[in-house]
């Protein structure tokens, strides 16, 4: 079925700490998110530990797909293991310069004593631009290379988030050429998820742009419940939801002709 | 630095709801870890939509990047966008077929009923195995390609938890060829981040398998908290340990040198 139309991006995940399970890695999730609503479709997550060589690979692994935009988090401390930049200065054949704009970031942080830690956060590849950090010490980093905007952020997710609302989201903005998206939520009371299958297929197949997604939500007074989520989108407002009322109507119909007691819930 | 050394695994996860932020992907840190504490590095985690191409494109990667074990999860249900097997079978070339094992166990979970939704969960690449699932009704699959074992475990994660208990990890205690494990915490108060950096680099350069990585713990009374986890990895327990103890050595002293308080605490 794929996701959602829109330009594809990739979110790449930086830290032994995700790969050995000491982290779960909410980041993804909530960039997935974000990515989402601005009409992105994410078309696939990377997990990558503390290693250039892995690192250049998932950059080189996201261009290659053919991502209009890449997000990286993880790897931008001053520690000897934070490698992200230099794993994508790696990718790009670019060098690692020390980005005056970037020094002077960290410097304003730590009150102009820098040690060569710090000046290791304001190395990045040449022709990058760092993204200011409001919460913590190290800019971020914005790079364009072969039709992919590339933003690297930290991994600790106050400061990302806090970068993503105050620097990227309106550079996504303006990339995202997002269709409007219409949503619906139907609960169906009867019919286990196997016998409503192939209805369920057959919804999604009405419109190109109509996805459905069947969730099994146990069962009321011995009688599966499944809560159907479904998605259209369209060009204009109009469009997304007369494609979305036409998949809506299918489903109630054929659900409840099959015995389900199945109505809109949302 | 990479990770701990041991055979290499990948852990692929498959459903658009993690990509666009619906679903936290706990299951990846779950099986880090497992496959961690059983040996195996986790070389990397790969996220797919339920897309055949990316489902595809995902186990090519895994093989290809060399891993002993590849484990995935999601899309094995009754519905249309459940295809991780299918995905598997277009990445080995190989046909989809209904495994009579596999079918037996799906009857029994619904008393001897089949429709065509519920025989799809018995159908999987040619030369797989079934895995029993003691809490749903979609078996597992275990099939080896290229010099990888290649396990499909349901998304949901009492499933998989159970299944990887009873089934899985019995098979990865054997493929994996481990080596002992020692690990230390240690807490500095007082120095920074980046000043402890040059210390932490040095630490884990006494030996090839031994590992540290620093977590800042934000301030006590306006001093900076560390703890630093260390990990040192030898053929037997005393030679971890003894690696273990020369890191650990170091980094009191020379943390204490530069005039962090700091500790030992696990």
Redesign the interface.
């Known amino acids: 079925?794929?996701?959602?139309p829109g330009s594809k991006a990739v979110?790449v995940?930086v830290g032994?700490?995700?790969?050995?399970?000491?982290?779960?890695?909410?980041n993804?999730?909530?960039?997935?998110?974000?990515l989402?609503e601005l009409g992105f479709r994410?078309?696939?997550?990377?997990?990558?530990?503390?290693?250039l060589d892995?690192i250049a690979w998932?950059f080189r692994?996201a261009v290659d797909a053919g991502a209009r935009v890449v997000i990286a988090t993880g790897g931008l401390?001053?520690?000897?293991?934070d490698m992200t930049s230099e794993g994508l200065a790696r990718a790009m054949g670019a060098e690692m310069v020390v980005n005056e704009e970037a020094l002077e970031m960290v410097r304003r942080k730590y009150g102009g004593e820098l040690?060569?830690?710090?000046v290791k956060m304001a190395r990045m590849p040449r022709g990058a631009k760092p993204i200011p950090n409001p919460v913590g010490?190290a800019p971020g980093v914005e790079v364009e290379w072969r039709g992919s905007v590339i933003f690297l952020l930290p991994g600790v997710p106050s400061e990302m988030m806090a970068m993503f609302e105050e620097s990227v989201k309106a550079k996504l903005t303006q990339l995202a050429r997002a269709l409007k998206k219409a949503e619906a939520l139907i609960r169906s009371v009867g019919l286990p998820?196997?016998?409503?299958?192939?209805v369920?297929?057959s919804a999604?197949k009405l419109g190109e742009h109509t996805y459905v997604?069947?969730h099994p939500k146990g069962s009321e007074t011995g009688k599966p419940v499944l809560e159907l989520h479904v998605t259209a989108y369209g060009v204009s407002e109009e469009e997304a939801l007369s494609k979305l009322e036409e998949a809506v109507d299918y489903l109630l119909r054929e659900l409840g002709r099959r015995g389900a007691q199945v109505h809109r819930i949302g």
């Not at 040690?115 to 710090?118: G, L």
């Open positions: 079925m794929g996701l959602a979110i995940s032994n700490e995700l790969l050995i399970g000491k982290v779960v890695n909410t993804l999730s909530w960039l997935g998110s974000k989402t994410v078309d696939r997550g990377i997990v990558v530990p503390d290693d892995l998932a692994t401390g001053p520690t000897f293991d040690t060569e830690s710090r010490t998820e196997s016998l409503a299958a192939p369920v297929e999604a997604k069947s």
